[in-house]
């Protein structure tokens, strides 16, 4: 690191070519040790399932002289820097007073935009793959947001809620409204997005109970347990929950009773319109909208409130929240169920849309990417939230559809194989680059004269 | 009580693989305080290197299954090493001083960007690799059922001692050691006493990286096959024993492994098979919730 010491030292701001150049070699020779067998060498089987080895020099030397280019660019990019605290990131006025409004007008016309740009058939795509995907990941944001972000406690297993929510749906709606009360089959979503939401809330307190008197990393890891044990169970468990072939045909939920189907009391048929699977997936989107825009609008209301405030100091500094009388595992607790109770809903409105649901759904990585889009965003900023999953979700969605990257690469190269490694290499990158997300900035929930934000680089946090 | 025996062998090898491993997590953990979420991965990665080492060694140059193993065994753990020691430098040095769960958001990025990169490089299929020492060494029958001791059990206890042994020399009896036990207890005390905090970091990362990879062979030689996603629950297990042992103490890791290995194995032949991972990660919520600071381990005290 001798080229980054010299060029950031403030005597010497010239550029030490010489430095950068024996730093990047070096850097290009760990690149040739990390590449020799993994890069270098392919293990395939052939055709009597036996490994045979495939060899890829060309590779190994494309990757230590990109290394070597990268490393002295990177040099290059840093002279004469030195590290100093970020400064607070604070949206112009303006476009805080009218971003948000005009961002949720585009949301709101949104399905009728496309629509409009690529008729009923072509647009199914873009509101549901982008419009719905999105929206689903932006309110899990914002319920993990309630844990991570505002009480400070890092949950790692938030997709177990999630599967609470989607399986109370499922079952409910399969199992026992048709054997209890069937008349009650068109309104099955309705009546469980409730019941999921607070099953979910009480698994997070069930969950939430033992476990919250651990710190940081340790509940990280417990959370994680718990969110691998429900998905085990879910497999295991096939009387129960199906296993791994997990519930199909899940009611779709209605048009407050108004089914949407091609019948004489469908959807089309009521207000006497053509028949078009479009009408369901616009109102799935602005299901998932409200939905959505409920548990920020609570999110923004419990920040103002004293438990609220109570998360916040929390995840400031949990001693000196203690020694002000604040009962840390109440507090904690109301965090936890709360954010589940938001993943319960998600969960209902996925197992919904989807129809289908199975232990697949529910895997650590979906907890990891939810984590990533609330760290990514700035821990605690809900506009944050908002764009990091747009560049996340919506990021890989426009992987699958660019096609002019076959022309580059060939007509093998598969885009969407490399969405894993592109999500944990933005993980990484993020961290380095701004480890406390997009949008650090620290508002205060009471104002004494004056507005002031800091930098979250100035807080403590981080022992919850 | 032929059965019982059968599986405390059978549980035995096991733990020894899942205690290498504790051991990665629990040093990393003793010296800079963060989980490397990553380590499970870095132990796949080091099973990686080992089958292709394997294959150079079989196929190419026709060595026999001995030697080309005790060749592999060192090649893996200099290259597993190197892979850590590059890991470290680029996703966690940067982050010392970070808020606390920078590193950790950082190792988990890590750890999906490694066993994403081997799905790519390596193909998403299991890895199959011949099947080498079949032979069983029979102990006694009982109830016309023969406990017996497989010659790869043997080399797995016996590398793992080995290991162990050279580990535990260098840990208490070098220069090296003494610098990480002193980093360990107080790193500006170290740093003031001319202890170069950073390499000392670095080289506990090669450490840990090494004794993975060691479990990394065993690991392809016991199961005889090895893939991508191999390294997420040993992960979680190895650090479950970590935990159960007491984070930061070095025989607790070793102590936890083999428990969690005989836990999983008796559970597994008692109980049911499909929930012997539930079983696992019931101990590790347990373990935390009423004995966080497990066998071994000093309790955290923080000072303000």
């Known amino acids: ?464 | 009580m032929e059965v019982f025996v059968q599986q405390l062998i059978n549980g035995l090898t096991l733990g020894s693989i899942y205690g290498l491993i504790a051991i990665g997590y629990t040093m990393v953990f003793g010296i800079i305080g963060m989980v490397n979420f990553a380590h499970g991965d870095v132990f796949m990665v080091g099973g990686f290197i080992a089958l292709l080492f394997f294959m150079v060694m079989t196929a190419w140059l026709g060595l026999a299954v001995l030697p080309a193993l005790m060749i592999v065994l060192v090649l893996g753990m200099v290259f597993t090493g190197l892979w850590n020691w590059a890991i470290e430098r680029v996703a966690y040095r940067p982050l010392r001083g970070s808020f606390r769960l920078a590193p950790l958001i950082s190792a988990i990025g890590m750890s999906i960007l490694l066993s994403n990169l081997v799905q790519v490089l390596q193909g998403p299929r299991n890895k199959p690799v011949p099947p080498m020492f079949t032979q069983v060494l029979p102990l006694f029958e009982q109830n016309g059922y023969t406990v017996g001791i497989g010659y790869k059990q043997i080399v797995i206890m016996v590398v793992t001692a080995v290991s162990l042994a050279i580990f535990w020399y260098v840990v208490q009896k070098t220069p090296l050691g003494r610098a990480q036990r002193a980093c360990e207890q107080d790193q500006k005390m170290a740093s003031l006493l001319g202890i170069n905090v950073d390499a000392t970091i670095s080289l506990t990362f090669v450490m840990g990286a090494a004794l993975a990879a060691v479990a990394g062979v065993m690991y392809i030689m016991y199961y005889g096959v090895v893939n991508f996603s191999d390294g997420f629950i040993p992960g979680v297990k190895a650090f479950t024993a970590a935990v159960l042992g007491g984070i930061g103490s070095l025989p607790g890791a070793v102590i936890g492994g083999l428990l969690i290995g005989l836990i999983e194995t008796m559970w597994s032949a008692y109980f049911s098979i499909d929930y012997k991972d539930v079983a696992a990660f019931s101990i590790l919520a347990i373990t935390l919730v009423f004995l966080p600071t497990g066998l071994f381990g000093r309790p955290e005290v923080e000072k303000v």
Request: glycine share 10%; aromatic share 12%.
């Open chain 1, 1 to 464: 690191m001798a080229a980054r010491q010299d060029a950031s030292a403030a005597d010497r701001p010239a550029f030490d070519l010489a430095a950068a150049v024996k730093d990047a070699g070096f850097a290009a020779l760990v690149m040739l040790g990390l590449s020799v067998p993994i890069l270098a060498l392919r293990s395939d089987q052939n055709m009597s399932n036996q490994l045979v080895l495939a060899q890829r020099w060309d590779s190994v030397v494309l990757a230590c002289v990109l290394v070597f280019f990268g490393r002295i660019a990177v040099a290059w990019l840093r002279r004469g820097k030195a590290a100093a605290p970020s400064k607070p990131f604070v949206l112009p006025p303006v476009l805080a007073r009218t971003g948000p409004p005009a961002a949720l007008a585009f949301v709101v016309a949104y399905p009728l935009l496309m629509l409009a740009l690529n008729g009923p058939l072509g647009s199914i795509k873009w509101i549901d793959n982008f419009g719905i995907q999105i929206l689903i990941y932006i309110m899990l944001g914002w319920g993990l947001n309630i844990v991570v972000g505002l009480a400070g406690l890092l949950d790692l297993g938030y997709v177990a809620f999630y599967a609470v929510g989607a399986y109370s749906y499922a079952l409910i709606a399969t199992q026992v409204i048709p054997a209890t009360y069937p008349d009650l089959g068109l309104w099955a979503f309705w009546i469980c997005l409730p019941i999921s939401g607070i099953l979910a809330g009480l698994w997070g307190i069930i969950l939430g109970f033992p476990v919250l008197r651990l710190r940081g990393d340790y509940l990280a890891i417990v959370t994680l347990a718990f969110g691998e044990i429900i998905r085990l169970v879910l497999i295991n468990w096939v009387e129960f929950s199906g296993g791994y072939a997990g519930i199909s045909s899940i009611p779709r939920p209605s048009f407050f009773g108004i089914p949407f189907n091609a019948s004489d009391i469908g959807f089309a048929a009521v207000f006497g319109l053509e028949f078009s699977p479009i009408y369901r997936t616009i109102f799935l989107f602005y299901v998932i909208l409200i939905l959505a825009l409920l548990t920020a609008a609570i999110s923004v209301r419990l920040r103002r409130l004293p438990v609220g405030r109570a998360w916040e100091a929390l995840r400031e500094d949990e001693i000196a929240c203690r020694s002000l009388g604040i009962n840390t595992t109440n507090t904690k607790l109301t965090a936890f169920a709360i954010g589940a109770m938001f993943g319960g809903f998600a969960g209902c409105f996925f197992a919904a849309r989807q129809g289908f649901i199975s232990p697949e759904s529910f895997v650590f990585l979906e907890s990891a990417q939810i984590l990533a889009i609330v760290v990514l965003g700035g821990m605690g900023s809900l506009a944050g939230v908002v764009i990091a999953a747009i560049l996340l979700v919506g990021g890989i969605e426009i992987l699958r559809e660019l096609d002019f990257l076959k022309q580059v690469f060939g007509p093998d190269f598969d885009a969407t194989q490399y969405r894993m490694l592109i999500f944990g290499l933005a993980m990484v990158l993020m961290m380095l680059w701004k480890p406390r997300g997009l949008i650090s900035t620290r508002e205060p929930s009471i104002v004494h004269r004056e507005r002031k934000a800091i930098s979250g680089s100035l807080v403590k946090e981080g022992h919850g």
